[in-house]
């Protein structure tokens, strides 16, 4: 038997799955005098780390002061930990109250930082009592969740909620050690020379080495890739070293190249 064609075979049964509820997440009072508070205080910090505004806020551990001096420009420290919303419900208050402390803490070595909260920012007491209060309840973690301590983390959308292919990845999608090379990367290095992947070079600059080891992978990209292409895809692998003639790191160096 020969054949004189090729035909195509699907299938059209679709799935569903269900997904049970949750409560529905609203911007509560609190949340909303800290996103006011935080785009208050990083005006004053400008230029920021993180680029230009427009900025979301992630809830990422932010903890604000101000130094001592003539115009003091407010300084902005991650706390050991940033409590997400949906991420309340797991919390163990004995294990968020240090947090608080930790907060409380920096806060008063910089003596000036409460002053500017009530004055600068316009913090009420309220807002301020939420550091001298402990976290014993779900309750306690509710609001330190939604603080100004703990929410105030301002990002741009990309560094944020990022997600490859159609973004730079950000700090809900990718490890944070790898979101971070972002804020000090140099401008003719690519960090990412194809989507979901992360390089950083194995050599100081100017060494001529060429070689760049993967420092993170996103598979998840690969695989849609790979589903809407069908087309066979080599996975690169975190730790792979790869050599200055591969595409990957030509593309990485590629900025430096055409200097």
């Known amino acids: ?147 100004f301590w703990n929410a105030s983390v301002p990002l741009p959308q990309s560094m944020h909620t990022g997600m490859p292919p159609k973004s730079l990845p950000g700090y809900h999608h990718a490890p944070k050690p790898i979101v971070d090379i972002r804020l000090f990367c140099r401008d003719d290095f690519t960090l990412f020379p194809t989507p979901g992947v992360a390089v950083v070079p194995m050599s100081p600059r100017g060494s001529g080495d060429g070689r760049v080891r993967v420092a993170w992978v996103d598979t998840s990209v690969h695989v849609q890739h790979l589903t809407e292409t069908g087309a066979p895809l080599i996975v690169l692998e975190v730790g792979e070293i790869l050599p200055a003639y591969h595409h990957v790191a030509h593309a990485a160096y590629h900025h430096q190249e055409t200097k």
């Open 1 to 147: 038997m020969t054949t004189t064609s090729t035909h195509t075979e699907h299938e059209d049964d679709s799935w569903t799955v269900n997904i049970g509820d949750h409560p529905e997440r609203t911007n509560s009072p609190l949340y909303a005098r800290s996103r006011k508070h935080m785009v208050a205080a990083v005006k004053l910090a400008q230029p920021w780390i993180a680029g230009p505004p427009p900025y979301q806020d992630h809830h990422g551990g932010s903890c604000w002061v101000l130094p001592s001096g003539v115009n003091p420009v407010p300084l902005m420290y991650l706390l050991p930990a940033g409590i997400e919303w949906s991420a309340q419900f797991a919390a163990n208050p004995a294990k968020v109250d240090p947090l608080r402390q930790a907060a409380r803490a920096l806060i008063c070595a910089f003596t000036g930082t409460r002053t500017w909260y009530a004055g600068g920012l316009g913090m009420t007491a309220a807002d301020l009592a939420i550091l001298d209060t402990p976290i014993t309840d779900a309750a306690g973690v509710a609001t330190w969740t939604d603080s």
